[in-house]
């Protein structure tokens, strides 16, 4: 029986990938318009264990070792497919399209569920707020644990008086800071709000000696 699979490389021992998988090696291939045609195959399926990784953020690399070179990076909570492991790093299928490598002590077999991020509590928040639903399309994190950015629906913003605008932007402001105190951070920070053609509308910081020093643009 034949198989043709398409390929980009050719040697004189091939890898096959089938559906998306290595599934063995065959030495009777031949090259003819960029595919293999293969006069015997055995397919070989590879199980695998499912992965969770547990540090901040990981170093994939193309063998078990710390000189090759760095692939990409996962970050907590990513899910990895494990093949084996040996001399204490994991062999893993790298999404890819090739077989990449993790230090064991850096995956955990036990389930690790994603970390929310600063920014993505902020906009959960907002979302469960409906005051904000209206006018509130996202928001950017630009300095880490201090600054953020809102943009909002310029028409909604402008439909408010001042001084509900100028209460909107506190709130805004005010819940950035509390979840900058909960996660450990001091609650002293910076939000611009912006429209969805980035405009700048507001600007709201703390003040050095405590308070709120809001600006309507």
């Not at 390929?7 to 030495?27: E, H, L, R, Y």
């Not at 264990?49 to 540090?55: E, L, S």
């Not at 950035?176 to 001091?186: A, C, D, E, H």
């Amino acid at each position: 029986m034949l198989f043709l699979i398409s390929c980009q490389k050719i040697s004189s021992t091939a890898n096959v990938i089938w559906n998306g998988k290595q599934a063995g090696k065959s030495s009777n291939a031949l090259h003819q318009n960029s595919t293999l045609v293969l006069d015997s195959l055995q397919i070989e399926e590879k199980d695998t264990i499912d992965g969770w990784i547990k540090a901040n953020v990981v170093n994939v690399r193309s063998g078990p070792s710390t000189n090759y070179e760095v692939l990409f990076q996962l970050e907590e909570g990513d899910k990895v497919d494990l093949i084996k492991e040996a001399s204490g790093w994991w062999e893993i299928i790298n999404p890819r399209d090739s077989i990449a490598y993790i230090h064991k002590d850096l995956v955990s077999l036990q389930e690790i569920t994603k970390p929310v991020t600063l920014i993505e509590a902020y906009v959960s928040m907002l979302r469960l707020a409906d005051m904000y639903n209206e006018f509130i399309i996202r928001a950017e994190e630009t300095i880490p644990g201090f600054a953020v950015h809102v943009f909002v629906k310029r028409s909604a913003w402008y439909s408010e008086p001042v001084w509900h605008r100028e209460s909107l932007a506190q709130a805004l402001f005010t819940g950035w800071l509390t979840l900058l105190q909960k996660s450990g951070r001091q609650p002293h920070g910076r939000l611009t709000l912006f429209d969805e053609f980035g405009n700048s509308l507001a600007t709201v910081s703390s003040k050095l000696f405590g308070g709120v020093k809001i600006i309507l643009h």
